[in-house]
């Protein structure tokens, strides 16, 4: 199986913060899947030319490879790896703009991001256990290089606040997805993931970075045509930030680990309509989710779906 294509997009931006500015991005991309037996092998390369208004185009070549196995009627095996790359967006390189004690200033030489990536994953299915459960777990492995982060730029004056790059970042990390139908008209699902965010230049920790996230969400249809849902997402507390924001950020070090609940019950009348009351954070519990801002609090929300 080949499959083929061509993507292509256009930014132009004109406003008081970025003034004008124009960037075209063109990727072509192929893939190959081959099946040999029980397994099936892929590999494929995409192309991209980026350029922005007068600075020189550049052209990246991103390959990929890629294999699953199917190892047992109930087991699955899989191996990637793949290039990545991504431009600096306009907003990034062209931003010029003052907002409270903050200067923001342009950084036309910004580079772009490029990436490898690696992953090993098993995909168990067990419909005759217990209760059928369906189990995922990946590790991975993902090498960055010219990461682009925002930071006080401490050559100029005033030190304001440029996007630049980090020479090389790698992100570790495992992740484990749990399916379980406990009854006909009932499941849960879990999925943990734990990273390890380095900065491979500073040998610390990466900036603004989480290293668990867990969420939990189960649905219960007790009658027909209702459906209750459940969720719960959890994130540890951030471990570092630019310390230099509390120059500028009153209790800038006040954050916390994130412990969100929603709930949501839709009622379906008929096939062609349904009726939903979502609950978000009903806890109304308070975080923030950038630094000085506080996260959305209890919101509640009526929803109506017509379809034909």
Known sequence: ILTAGITGRLNWVRSDV??????????????????????????????????????????????????????????????????????????????????????????????????????VGFHVTASNFFVPIDLDLAVFDNELYQLIEPTFDLTQVGAPIVFQNLTRARILGSELTLRVMIARNANIETGFTYMIPRDLTTGTTLKYRNKILWYSRGSWTPFTGIELQAEYRYQDRVELIDDRLSLFIPDADARVAMHIVDARVFYSPSEHTKIGLIGKNILSYSYTEIVGNLGPTRALLLQFELRY
């Open 18 to 119: 970025y003034n004008t500015a124009l960037q075209t991005i063109i990727s072509g991309y192929a893939q190959g899947e081959f099946t040999l037996g029980s397994v099936i092998l892929t590999g494929g390369i995409r192309a991209d030319r980026e350029e922005t208004e007068s600075l020189s185009p550049q052209l990246e070549f991103s390959p990929k490879f890629g294999m699953t196995w199917n190892a047992a009627q109930q087991l699955t095996v899989r191996a990637s790896v793949g290039r990545g790359f991504r431009a600096p967006t306009i907003a990034e390189r062209y931003a010029n703009i003052r907002y409270g004690p903050f200067n923001v200033r342009p950084n036309p030489d910004l580079l772009s991001e490029s990436s490898w990536s690696g992953e």
